[in-house]
């Protein structure tokens, strides 16, 4: 029998947090400005990876400043 491993397709705000290397609170207020989707599924709040790769696309980017 085989076993097929499955990747993750959402994480919880604590993870997501982690994955980004941001606070928790942070999340939140990217989830409270609109920069942020994230899905309920009763009282987990979850981000999808989608959802976290268009927020990653969205971010400004830094700009280097011209000596």
């Known amino acids: 029998m085989e076993i097929v491993q ?3 397709r959402s994480f919880r705000v604590d993870e997501f947090a982690a994955r980004n290397s941001i606070s928790r609170a942070q999340v939140y207020i990217e989830l ?3 920069r942020l989707n994230a ?3 009763g009282s987990a709040t979850l981000i999808t990876v989608e959802d976290e790769s ?3 696309a969205a971010l400004p980017t830094l700009k280097s400043s011209a000596a």
């Open 32 to 34: 409270k400005e609109g």
């Open 54 to 56: 268009a927020w990653l």
């Open 6 to 8: 499955a990747t993750k």
């Open 39 to 41: 899905r309920k599924v």
